[in-house]
């Protein structure tokens, strides 16, 4: 809340070996933040949802071929981040108190270059207008605003809770959140306890423990934006999924 | 007229609109007007306001499996926004699945059954019930046997005479995973739907997985051993572990490599170990005797007391034990998804002139046969229990107490079916609570502070308000009784030679309503498979001609299916990957065989 | 009182009947018409009505644009040469140039504010500019030197037969004609600015390794390049189109060695960059795209993206036209000119595609898939409308106004001729 | 061409009167309060301030306009004599039905306020923002832009918003100036859901 507040770097740790790519988290994620259900002209290359689980194989045919489950939110690039200044209108930023990189739909007019810049491809644009069927708009979250029709949107650490953390805080006249406070719906919802969150800043928080680990790594660590989302796994072919493309023998993923 | 006045009088027009133009810049009103249409796309129509008030947590129990996670709901003036697990929760832990964390959206869902012929359904009970022949027979079909309701169920069979109460076949035993070194799965999705989530992976850390199927599920994936069998060769792979027949028979029957069953089978004998099967009456399940396990891992299946006027209930029968063709009257209590009994086993039980009512808030599943549906209370809206799942060792009592009103007129299955048969009208889950007090076993945990008090210290009214109030009643873990039936011997699909490839399930599918966010998972991303789409082999699709994402037809016995194909070298040659679910099951029915062609 | 059409058209100069030139416009009118019903259905129904996606969220429209704007360059940089250097021939095209230009840009402009999500706010960026975005930049300029187009459009149409009649007109005309070269020097200026940032808009994409580029300054190599072959292709794009309306018109417009002079600038430049092109290329190869853990080879692994299409882009496309265009004696005949002017411009606009659809297209994580994209008709029809749109602005400045001075002189000595044989009727 | 340059001056001046006397009213739509609510004769007569009725819940969000029961509390029968009091027992308190009252300082849904943050944490007044509503005898009309749907009070009363006082206007430019005051601005989300 204000300038004497320590300066926090909010990150995740994922446990690949750990996530059976149930999509607790994708519906916790669609939940928290208002995202409305696909219309029926939606699939894969046109939803919007914040978190999304890959299917990763090795590319081997079976019996040979094992699967893992690779969620992707945004990266919370920590160096120059890619989507912020590309953006003509300041619709994107990046808050030096806590590290998140934030979209602002009411700002933005939807020329998408932040979806062309981001590597991840990890922003959403909404090619329709929000639609829930007639009654489930009562089970909107009062905490985040719904986004209109042609504006992009993104993951933010669910910071509607950081703002809840916040308030609940400021009731007890402190200007701290309680970390205990804000936790992201996906990592809340995970139910093998794949996802963790914390603040990388803090080296005695779990995440900072995770992100430290040899099998620990980053996607397109190379590009070099310093992303805050740190993976794991203790399987090679896992860890390599982090480097670039590897064109031959990859076929579509299953859908 | 001249033309140079004409002229200047039009110039002179044209003089004055550009000086109200240049005076209009220098007014607020052309950036004011700028600014609102920016402002106006803000909330330009049909985006929604959500409700602001006050936020309180509200606690029940999570109905759509049995399961029964304890679910913490985030409400706004009372109504649920969001659903989480309750942490301090003992089986659950805090877990839920993407199921049960949208729970709250399907009293809204589009396709939810709204209205039914209620009147018309009555009547023609009465009918049939009075009308009904020598012989001819009333039944109740319980899809979610081992709740209170289902005690009405067995109470009011028993007060009808030829009253038969009928259910899905439950397992007579419950596995305590925590006693477990090794755990031999046969096709049990032990990380995607089996059980209670929360205490499959508190417990997963202590157990070594070894998976045995076809193809990689989600179980698969993440276990510690998957053997990758051909389909339809589990008991030749079983009997080798069990040391019936050599390794080197096994391989050549299943296709996996001597080694890896022999180090599986090291594994077996170098600790306590239990064998799971996808069935859970599956004759693989016989083999736990051997392994010791009974009385240990696998254990009697234990519910919580009932009154002692229950006692005079009905027993519990599966289909295939109602005589043919005599039921008159077939009640389906649809109303929670739960084991699916394909359609092609009912039909050949009903009487010429059958009536069957369907108690339901989905038409996917026996609404498509059934002559009344009758919308059924959906969860957070009804008032249930949860009998214990698989995976719960001691006796539990919980209540999923309705977080919303039904949003449409809605009939209660269990009135109704005590109704028809003169039974007092009651709140047999508050008459179930007293009885579970009177006997004070047990410990009473409450979600709001997490603490949990021995029955003894607790009033029958606290008891009661805790249940309702976000509760759970567990009994004290006595001595652990072997149970008395395992598996049964099953009939072996009769192998056709015109369906080459083998059906698996590669998803956990139940019938009923899902969330439509869980459009998701489905179409806006490909994480699960969607009901209208198969996986097969690069080899099966060259032989019939078909290419990934190409329309085809999912052939078998009983029928056809539109679908949508996937072609996936991680899926071995002579299978088709589905997603489960009521029409899967209605399609297989007992012989997993099918095949795909071109549409 | 009654149009006539007669009166409007410049003194000495023939064109067709009315009849005919209603009969030309009126297909275009019609595609015209169908464009805009199609544009109209993206801005009312939303972007949903496109084939654009998630990944594919730059599609038809962004490379339309680059590449009118590229061709468009022709306005500023006929302008450049002929009131900067004074290279005189060049007036007898520069209304023509302007024209284009115009046409081009606001065509742009209009498919731009089609592809925008939220076209009400567009004017956020002027308000709340983002200085570090290569768009802003891009915004600014381009609109900033579409008002210097139309400032400059403006003579051309007061010198209208009609118009001239009001004196205040001619006043202003006479004013505006003062500040030419301060017009042309602004736009030059602007053009080289937007050029360069469109080329920008992709060099800075560092999650994009196959269009980052290391650059000088604060800009990207793709920033000079851009301008480069804007610069490049704008001549030979003018040679096109008034070789173009030469036919179309049958009448002959400019001297050839008016040809020859856009031909040859057209070609130099076109080396250059192809020199400049092919050492970035290079670097890109050996440096910068390893640097961010890409190998080069893999973007060419990905059918049909092999590296024909480099090829073609810098030696089929480049180097070719641009040798046919310094050879004399190739340059001698209009055949080899037009040629070489044509595929100088397929190139640019081939270098346009690459940045945008190809780039998009690559994936960027190991386990995400190659995507395609083929617009919808919805886009298509919008980009025709652009088309359309350009036709009929400069069949009609074409019409009534004198694109090209030196056309009445040329008619005077082929009067000559036409003692001999009956004069052909301009289709205009 | 005298003509001329009248012509062109009346149009001018026609199009001054417009935009700066007229736009301004035939903007906004009026709508009035449904009940005759005196925030004066409640801080002086029950000697309430403001936080009495505008209160915090536990979870330090804000309650905003209080609901009938909070007057009920009081007004379960007729305190005074006063003819609004009557009339609003009549119509509310008794069939106890909710009155509609308009909030003349809602933010739009996407801006996220923490008026305990500012109260508590910043000892903001909340005469600084709301202006002396506390102290009027009667609810002003509710005025409200049909277009982006907001309260007159969010943009502030000048329509071209010269010469304004710190409380007169509700835009984000009004808190930014104060947050900058402050060096308290950080990012978009900072006040932004």
Same mark, same amino acid.
């Given at each position: 809340?204000?300038?004497?507040? /320590?300066?926090?770097?909010?990150g995740?740790?994922?446990?690949?070996? &750990?996530?059976?790519?149930c999509?607790?988290?994708m519906m916790?994620?669609?939940?928290?933040?208002?995202?409305?259900?696909?219309?029926?002209?939606?699939?894969?290359?046109?939803?919007?949802?914040?978190i999304?689980?890959?299917?990763?194989?090795?590319?081997?045919a079976?019996?040979?071929?094992?699967?893992a489950?690779?969620?992707v939110?945004?990266?919370?690039?920590?160096?120059?981040?890619?989507?912020v200044?590309?953006?003509?209108?300041?619709a994107?930023?990046?808050?030096?108190?806590?590290?998140?990189?934030?979209?602002?739909?009411?700002?933005?007019?939807?020329?998408r270059?932040c979806?062309?810049?981001?590597?991840?491809?990890?922003?959403y644009?909404?090619w329709?207008?929000?639609?829930?069927?007639?009654?489930?708009? &009562?089970?909107?979250?009062?905490d985040?605003?719904? /986004?209109?029709?042609g504006?992009?949107?993104k993951?933010?650490?669910c910071h509607g809770?950081?703002?809840?953390a916040?308030q609940?805080?400021?009731?007890?006249?402190?200007?701290?959140?309680?970390?205990?406070?804000?936790v992201?719906?996906c990592?809340e919802?995970c139910?093998?306890?794949?996802? /963790?969150f914390?603040d990388?800043?803090?080296?005695?928080?779990?995440v900072?423990q995770?992100?430290?680990?040899?099998?620990s790594? /980053?996607?397109?660590e190379?590009?070099?934006?310093?992303p &805050?989302?740190?993976?794991?796994?203790?399987r090679?072919w896992?860890r390599?999924?982090?480097?670039?493309p590897?064109?031959?023998?990859?076929?579509?993923?299953r859908g | 007229m001249s033309?140079?006045?004409?002229t200047t009088?039009?110039?002179?027009l044209?003089?004055?609109?550009?000086?109200?133009?240049?005076?209009?810049?220098?007014?607020?009103a052309?950036?004011?007007?700028?600014?609102?249409?920016?402002l106006?796309s803000?909330?330009?129509?049909?985006i929604?306001?959500?409700?602001?008030g006050?936020?309180?947590?509200?606690?029940t129990?999570?109905?759509?499996c049995?399961?029964?996670c304890a679910v913490?709901a985030?409400?706004?003036n009372?109504q649920?926004v969001?659903?989480?697990?309750v942490?301090?929760?003992?089986?659950s832990h805090?877990?839920?699945?993407p199921?049960?964390?949208?729970?709250?959206?399907?009293?809204?869902?589009p396709?939810?059954v709204?209205?039914?012929?209620v009147?018309?359904?009555?009547a023609a009970?009465?009918?049939?019930i009075?009308?009904?022949?020598?012989?001819?027979r009333?039944a109740v079909?319980d899809l979610?046997?081992?709740?209170?309701v289902?005690?009405t169920?067995?109470?009011a069979?028993?007060?009808?005479?030829d009253?038969?109460?009928l259910?899905?076949?439950?397992?007579a035993?419950?596995?305590?995973l925590?006693?477990?070194q090794?755990v031999?799965?046969f096709?049990a999705?032990?990380?995607d *739907?089996?059980?209670?989530?929360?205490?499959?992976?508190?417990?997963?850390?202590?157990?070594?997985l070894?998976q045995?199927e076809p193809?990689?599920?989600?179980t698969?994936a993440?276990a510690?051993?998957?053997?990758?069998?051909?389909?339809?060769?589990e008991?030749a792979m079983?009997a080798?572990?069990?040391?019936?027949t050599?390794?080197?028979?096994?391989?050549?029957v299943t296709?996996?490599?001597?080694e890896a069953?022999?180090?599986v089978?090291?594994?077996?004998?170098s600790g306590?170990?239990?064998v799971l099967a996808?069935?859970?009456?599956?004759?693989?399940?016989?083999?736990?005797?051997?392994l010791?396990?009974?009385?240990?891992?696998v254990v009697?299946r234990?519910e919580?007391?009932?009154?002692?006027?229950w006692?005079?209930?009905?027993?519990?029968n599966?289909?295939a034990?109602?005589?043919?063709r005599?039921?008159r009257?077939?009640?389906?209590d649809?109303?929670?998804?739960?084991?699916?009994?394909?359609?092609?086993?009912i039909?050949?039980?009903?009487?010429a002139?059958?009536?069957v009512?369907?108690?339901?808030s989905?038409?996917e599943?026996?609404?498509?046969h059934?002559?009344?549906?009758?919308p059924a209370?959906?969860?957070?809206?009804a008032?249930?229990?949860?009998g214990?799942a698989i995976?719960t060792?001691?006796a539990?009592?919980?209540?999923?107490?309705?977080l919303?009103?039904?949003?449409?007129?809605?009939?209660?299955p269990g009135?109704l079916?005590?109704?028809?048969?003169?039974?007092?009208?009651?709140d047999?889950l508050?008459?179930?609570a007293d009885?579970?007090h009177?006997?004070?076993?047990?410990m009473l945990?409450?979600?709001?502070?997490g603490k949990s008090?021995?029955m003894?210290?607790?009033?029958?009214d606290?008891?009661?308000?805790?249940?309702?109030?976000?509760?759970?009643w567990?009994?004290?873990?006595g001595?652990?009784?072997a149970p008395?039936?395992?598996g049964?011997?099953?009939?072996s699909?009769?192998?056709h030679?015109?369906?080459?490839l083998?059906?698996?399930a590669?998803?956990?599918?139940r019938?009923?309503l899902e969330?439509p966010?869980?459009?998701k998972?489905?179409?806006?991303?490909?994480l699960?498979?969607?009901a209208?789409r198969?996986?097969?082999?690069?080899?099966d699709?060259?032989s019939?001609g078909?290419?990934s994402? *190409?329309r085809?037809?999912?052939e078998?016995?009983c029928?056809r299916l539109?679908?949508v194909?996937?072609?996936?070298a991680?899926?071995?040659a002579?299978?088709?990957?589905?997603a489960?679910?009521?029409?899967m099951?209605?399609?297989?029915g007992?012989s997993?065989?099918?095949?795909?062609?071109?549409a | 009182?009654?149009?006539?059409?007669?009166?409007?058209?410049?003194r000495?100069?023939?064109r067709?009947?009315?009849?005919?030139f209603l009969?030309?416009i009126?297909p275009?009118?019609?595609?015209?018409?169908?464009?805009?019903?199609c544009?109209?259905?993206c801005?009312?129904?939303g972007l949903?009505?496109?084939?654009?996606d998630?990944r594919f969220v730059?599609?038809l429209?962004?490379?339309?644009?680059?590449t009118?704007?590229?061709?468009?360059?022709?306005?500023?940089f006929t302008g450049?040469?002929?009131y900067?250097l004074?290279?005189?021939?060049?007036r007898s095209?520069?209304?023509s140039?302007?024209?284009?230009?115009?046409?081009?840009?606001?065509?742009?402009m209009?498919?731009?504010?089609v592809?925008?999500?939220?076209?009400?706010?567009?004017?956020?960026?002027f308000w709340?500019?983002n200085v570090?975005s290569?768009?802003?930049?891009?915004?600014?300029?381009?609109s900033?030197?579409?008002?210097v187009?139309l400032i400059?459009?403006?003579?051309?149409v007061?010198r209208?037969?009609?118009?001239?009649?009001v004196?205040?007109?001619l006043?202003?005309?006479y004013?505006?004609?003062?500040?030419t070269?301060?017009?042309a020097g602004v736009?030059?200026?602007?053009?080289?600015?937007?050029q360069?940032?469109?080329?920008g808009?992709?060099?800075?994409?560092r999650?994009?390794?196959f269009a980052?580029?290391?650059?000088?300054?604060?800009?990207?190599?793709?920033?000079f390049?851009f301008i480069?072959?804007?610069a490049?292709?704008?001549p030979?794009?003018?040679?096109?189109t008034?070789?173009l309306?030469?036919?179309?018109?049958?009448?002959?417009l400019?001297?050839?060695?008016?040809?020859?002079?856009?031909?040859?600038i057209?070609?130099?430049?076109l080396?250059?960059?192809?020199?400049?092109?092919?050492?970035?290329?290079?670097?890109?190869?050996?440096?910068t795209s390893?640097?961010?853990g890409?190998?080069a080879?893999?973007y060419?692994?990905?059918?049909?993206f092999?590296?024909?299409i480099?090829?073609a882009e810098?030696?089929?496309?480049?180097l070719?036209p641009a040798?046919?265009?310094?050879t004399p004696r190739?340059?001698?005949?209009?055949?080899w000119l037009v040629t070489?002017?044509a595929m100088a411009?397929?190139?640019?606009?081939?270098?346009?595609?690459v940045?945008t659809?190809?780039?998009l297209a690559?994936p960027?994580?190991?386990f995400?898939?190659?995507l395609s994209?083929?617009p919808s008709?919805?886009?298509?029809?919008?980009?025709l409308?652009?088309?359309?749109y350009g036709?009929?602005v400069?069949?009609?400045?074409?019409?009534y106004?004198?694109?090209?001075?030196?056309?009445?002189?040329?008619?005077?000595e082929?009067?000559?001729q036409e003692?001999a044989?009956p004069?052909l009727?301009?289709r205009? | 061409?005298?003509g001329?340059k009248i012509?062109?001056?009346s149009?001018?001046?026609?199009?001054?009167a417009?935009g700066?006397?007229?736009?301004?009213?035939?903007?906004?739509q009026?709508?009035p309060? @449904?009940?005759?609510?005196s925030?004066k004769?409640?801080a002086e007569?029950a000697g309430a301030?403001?936080?009495?009725?505008h209160?915090?819940r536990?979870?330090?969000?804000y309650?905003?306009?209080?609901t009938?029961?909070k007057c009920?509390?009081c007004?379960?029968?007729?305190m005074?004599?006063?003819?609004?009091?009557k009339?609003?027992?009549?119509q509310?308190v008794? @069939?106890s039905?909710?009155p509609?009252?308009?909030s003349?300082?809602r933010?739009?849904?996407?801006?996220?306020?923490?008026h305990?943050?500012h109260?508590?944490?910043?000892?903001?007044?909340?005469?600084q923002c709301?202006?002396?509503?506390?102290?009027t005898?009667a609810?002003r009309?509710?005025?409200?832009?049909?277009i982006?749907?907001?309260?007159?009070?969010?943009w502030?009363?000048?329509?071209?918003r010269?010469a304004?006082?710190?409380?007169?206007?509700?835009?984000m430019?009004?808190?930014?100036?104060?947050h900058?005051?402050?060096?308290?601005?950080?990012?978009?989300?900072?006040?932004?859901k």
């Amino acid at each position: 809340m204000t300038a004497q507040n /320590r300066v926090a770097r909010y990150g995740m740790s994922i446990d690949i070996d &750990k996530c059976n790519g149930c999509g607790a988290c994708m519906m916790a994620c669609a939940v928290e933040n208002n995202i409305p259900p696909a219309p029926e002209a939606a699939n894969d290359r046109r939803g919007v949802t914040w978190i999304r689980v890959y299917k990763v194989d090795n590319h081997l045919a079976y019996p040979e071929r094992r699967t893992a489950f690779v969620p992707v939110l945004c990266q919370q690039c920590g160096h120059d981040t890619p989507c912020v200044h590309v953006c003509p209108q300041q619709a994107v930023d990046v808050d030096p108190q806590t590290g998140i990189v934030g979209q602002m739909p009411e700002r933005c007019l939807g020329c998408r270059y932040c979806m062309v810049a981001c590597p991840y491809h990890a922003r959403y644009f909404n090619w329709w207008d929000p639609k829930w069927p007639a009654g489930m708009e &009562k089970t909107l979250n009062p905490d985040v605003a719904p /986004r209109m029709r042609g504006v992009v949107e993104k993951c933010n650490f669910c910071h509607g809770r950081w703002h809840a953390a916040q308030q609940k805080a400021a009731a007890a006249g402190q200007r701290e959140i309680d970390a205990a406070d804000y936790v992201p719906a996906c990592v809340e919802a995970c139910p093998t306890g794949a996802l /963790r969150f914390g603040d990388l800043a803090d080296s005695s928080t779990e995440v900072a423990q995770d992100a430290a680990r040899p099998e620990s790594f /980053r996607l397109l660590e190379k590009i070099g934006t310093e992303p &805050k989302i740190h993976y794991r796994s203790r399987r090679d072919w896992v860890r390599e999924i982090a480097s670039a493309p590897r064109p031959e023998g990859k076929d579509g993923l299953r859908g | 007229m001249s033309l140079p006045q004409m002229t200047t009088t039009r110039r002179n027009l044209l003089k004055f609109a550009g000086g109200g133009a240049a005076g209009a810049l220098l007014t607020p009103a052309p950036w004011r007007l700028i600014t609102d249409t920016a402002l106006w796309s803000e909330n330009w129509p049909g985006i929604p306001r959500p409700a602001r008030g006050e936020i309180r947590a509200r606690f029940t129990h999570c109905t759509l499996c049995p399961a029964g996670c304890a679910v913490r709901a985030r409400c706004v003036n009372g109504q649920p926004v969001s659903l989480a697990g309750v942490k301090p929760h003992p089986i659950s832990h805090g877990a839920l699945c993407p199921w049960g964390i949208a729970g709250h959206h399907l009293p809204y869902h589009p396709a939810r059954v709204r209205q039914g012929p209620v009147k018309e359904a009555l009547a023609a009970v009465s009918r049939a019930i009075s009308q009904r022949g020598a012989g001819e027979r009333i039944a109740v079909l319980d899809l979610r046997p081992g709740r209170t309701v289902s005690w009405t169920y067995r109470r009011a069979m028993a007060a009808i005479d030829d009253g038969i109460y009928l259910a899905p076949r439950q397992p007579a035993y419950s596995i305590d995973l925590t006693e477990a070194q090794t755990v031999v799965s046969f096709g049990a999705p032990l990380s995607d *739907g089996w059980g209670t989530p929360g205490n499959v992976f508190a417990a997963r850390a202590n157990f070594r997985l070894v998976q045995i199927e076809p193809v990689e599920t989600r179980t698969a994936a993440l276990a510690d051993v998957w053997l990758p069998i051909r389909p339809g060769t589990e008991t030749a792979m079983a009997a080798a572990l069990a040391g019936e027949t050599t390794i080197a028979e096994a391989a050549r029957v299943t296709g996996v490599k001597e080694e890896a069953i022999g180090a599986v089978k090291e594994a077996i004998a170098s600790g306590p170990a239990v064998v799971l099967a996808e069935d859970p009456a599956s004759p693989l399940m016989n083999w736990n005797a051997r392994l010791h396990a009974l009385g240990r891992t696998v254990v009697a299946r234990r519910e919580a007391p009932i009154p002692e006027a229950w006692k005079k209930a009905a027993p519990v029968n599966e289909m295939a034990a109602a005589p043919d063709r005599a039921i008159r009257l077939l009640l389906i209590d649809e109303s929670l998804p739960g084991g699916y009994v394909p359609w092609q086993d009912i039909q050949p039980k009903l009487a010429a002139d059958a009536v069957v009512v369907v108690f339901s808030s989905s038409s996917e599943g026996y609404a498509r046969h059934a002559q009344y549906v009758l919308p059924a209370p959906v969860y957070p809206e009804a008032a249930e229990d949860i009998g214990p799942a698989i995976d719960t060792v001691a006796a539990v009592f919980r209540i999923a107490a309705p977080l919303i009103a039904a949003v449409v007129p809605v009939v209660n299955p269990g009135g109704l079916v005590a109704r028809i048969a003169g039974l007092p009208q009651t709140d047999p889950l508050r008459e179930r609570a007293d009885a579970i007090h009177k006997t004070g076993r047990g410990m009473l945990l409450s979600y709001a502070d997490g603490k949990s008090t021995p029955m003894k210290e607790v009033t029958a009214d606290d008891f009661w308000k805790t249940l309702n109030q976000g509760g759970c009643w567990m009994d004290s873990t006595g001595k652990k009784a072997a149970p008395h039936g395992l598996g049964r011997s099953v009939t072996s699909p009769t192998p056709h030679d015109d369906l080459p490839l083998m059906v698996v399930a590669a998803e956990v599918r139940r019938g009923g309503l899902e969330s439509p966010l869980m459009s998701k998972l489905e179409r806006e991303s490909n994480l699960r498979m969607t009901a209208n789409r198969v996986v097969i082999s690069p080899a099966d699709a060259r032989s019939n001609g078909i290419e990934s994402g *190409g329309r085809c037809v999912l052939e078998t016995a009983c029928g056809r299916l539109s679908v949508v194909a996937t072609v996936d070298a991680g899926v071995p040659a002579g299978v088709v990957e589905v997603a489960g679910g009521p029409r899967m099951a209605d399609l297989c029915g007992a012989s997993q065989r099918a095949r795909v062609v071109r549409a | 009182m009654v149009f006539v059409d007669k009166e409007f058209i410049t003194r000495g100069l023939r064109r067709s009947s009315t009849g005919r030139f209603l009969l030309w416009i009126l297909p275009w009118v019609a595609l015209l018409g169908f464009g805009l019903y199609c544009a109209g259905l993206c801005l009312v129904k939303g972007l949903n009505q496109t084939n654009m996606d998630n990944r594919f969220v730059f599609g038809l429209w962004i490379f339309l644009d680059l590449t009118v704007i590229a061709l468009g360059a022709g306005a500023f940089f006929t302008g450049f040469l002929l009131y900067i250097l004074k290279v005189e021939e060049l007036r007898s095209v520069i209304n023509s140039a302007v024209v284009i230009g115009l046409v081009c840009y606001s065509g742009a402009m209009a498919a731009l504010a089609v592809d925008v999500g939220q076209p009400l706010r567009s004017w956020f960026t002027f308000w709340y500019p983002n200085v570090h975005s290569m768009l802003t930049e891009v915004t600014f300029c381009i609109s900033c030197y579409l008002t210097v187009l139309l400032i400059e459009y403006l003579p051309i149409v007061l010198r209208n037969r009609k118009l001239h009649e009001v004196p205040s007109f001619l006043v202003f005309e006479y004013e505006l004609h003062k500040v030419t070269y301060v017009l042309a020097g602004v736009g030059t200026f602007l053009s080289f600015f937007h050029q360069g940032s469109l080329g920008g808009l992709y060099g800075v994409l560092r999650g994009r390794p196959f269009a980052f580029r290391e650059g000088l300054a604060v800009w990207p190599s793709t920033f000079f390049l851009f301008i480069l072959s804007a610069a490049a292709v704008g001549p030979s794009f003018i040679l096109l189109t008034t070789w173009l309306v030469e036919k179309l018109s049958r009448k002959r417009l400019v001297r050839p060695d008016v040809f020859r002079r856009l031909a040859s600038i057209s070609g130099l430049l076109l080396a250059v960059y192809v020199l400049a092109k092919a050492v970035d290329t290079l670097i890109w190869i050996n440096r910068t795209s390893p640097g961010t853990g890409f190998q080069a080879w893999q973007y060419y692994s990905w059918k049909p993206f092999g590296t024909w299409i480099l090829i073609a882009e810098i030696v089929v496309f480049g180097l070719l036209p641009a040798l046919v265009m310094l050879t004399p004696r190739l340059r001698a005949h209009t055949g080899w000119l037009v040629t070489a002017a044509a595929m100088a411009c397929c190139g640019v606009a081939l270098n346009r595609f690459v940045m945008t659809v190809q780039t998009l297209a690559l994936p960027t994580l190991s386990f995400d898939s190659f995507l395609s994209y083929f617009p919808s008709w919805q886009e298509i029809g919008t980009f025709l409308a652009v088309v359309a749109y350009g036709v009929l602005v400069y069949s009609f400045s074409f019409r009534y106004f004198n694109l090209f001075p030196e056309e009445r002189e040329l008619r005077l000595e082929a009067a000559a001729q036409e003692e001999a044989e009956p004069a052909l009727a301009g289709r205009y | 061409m005298i003509g001329g340059k009248i012509a062109f001056a009346s149009g001018m001046l026609l199009a001054l009167a417009g935009g700066w006397l007229a736009f301004p009213r035939i903007l906004y739509q009026t709508r009035p309060q @449904p009940v005759n609510f005196s925030h004066k004769v409640h801080a002086e007569k029950a000697g309430a301030k403001c936080e009495d009725c505008h209160s915090f819940r536990d979870d330090g969000t804000y309650a905003g306009i209080p609901t009938l029961d909070k007057c009920s509390g009081c007004h379960a029968a007729a305190m005074g004599t006063t003819a609004e009091e009557k009339n609003f027992i009549d119509q509310y308190v008794t @069939p106890s039905r909710e009155p509609q009252w308009l909030s003349y300082a809602r933010q739009p849904e996407n801006v996220y306020f923490s008026h305990i943050a500012h109260v508590k944490l910043g000892h903001v007044k909340c005469e600084q923002c709301h202006g002396n509503e506390g102290g009027t005898g009667a609810l002003r009309p509710y005025q409200q832009d049909p277009i982006s749907g907001y309260s007159r009070d969010i943009w502030g009363r000048p329509v071209s918003r010269i010469a304004l006082r710190t409380e007169g206007g509700m835009k984000m430019d009004d808190c930014v100036n104060c947050h900058r005051r402050q060096g308290l601005e950080y990012s978009c989300l900072g006040c932004h859901k």
